[in-house]
């Protein structure tokens, strides 16, 4: 221990540094995990059939962070716009704090012409998928993925 130090301590209401005694500050919750994330079309997913999906998660008090790999060996016949499923928790029903995340590699696509950001609002486990070049803002759809099309990315969010 050396002068200026926070110490941390663990009591009835969690993880407290510090000299910080309130409850509302307090580290209550820590977890890990898997999920199986999945791609819909339309909020729909015939015939999709995938050769991976797999994703981890963290949660460290309300703070979600999950990353995801889904490969497709045919991408069915949903057609619509492109979101990921099945994430673990529901997000926060908070229009001022929104689901967020990146695509960091996929292959092969269609017709997508720069980074593929992930959005949602609020109050939902599953997340959008965004073409966002200088020339605006596109909802990735089913006429984007190929029949072995692989995606791998993150998500960021705060749980309900």
């Known amino acids: 221990y050396t002068a ?54 963290t949660k460290v008090g309300r703070l979600v962070t999950c990353s995801f790999v889904i490969s497709l060996s045919n991408k069915g016949t949903s057609t619509g716009d492109a979101t990921i499923n099945a994430l673990p928790f529901t997000s926060t029903n908070d229009s001022e704090d929104r689901m967020w995340g990146l695509v960091t590699h996929f292959s092969p696509m269609t ?40 995606i791998r990315g993150f998500i960021q969010y705060h749980a309900a």
């Open 4 to 57: 200026g130090a926070k110490r941390a301590r663990f009591d009835s209401d969690g993880l407290k540094f510090g000299t910080d005694s309130a409850a509302a500050n307090a580290l209550d919750d820590y977890e890990e995990g898997t999920f199986q994330a999945n791609i819909k079309f339309g909020g729909a997913s015939a015939n999709i059939a995938h050769t991976q999906y797999a994703g981890r998660y």
């Open 111 to 150: 017709n997508v012409t720069s980074q593929i950001v992930l959005y949602n609002t609020t109050n939902e486990t599953k997340i959008g998928l965004y073409d966002c070049s200088s020339t605006g803002v596109t909802a990735i759809t089913d006429s984007n993925f190929a029949d072995n099309t692989m």
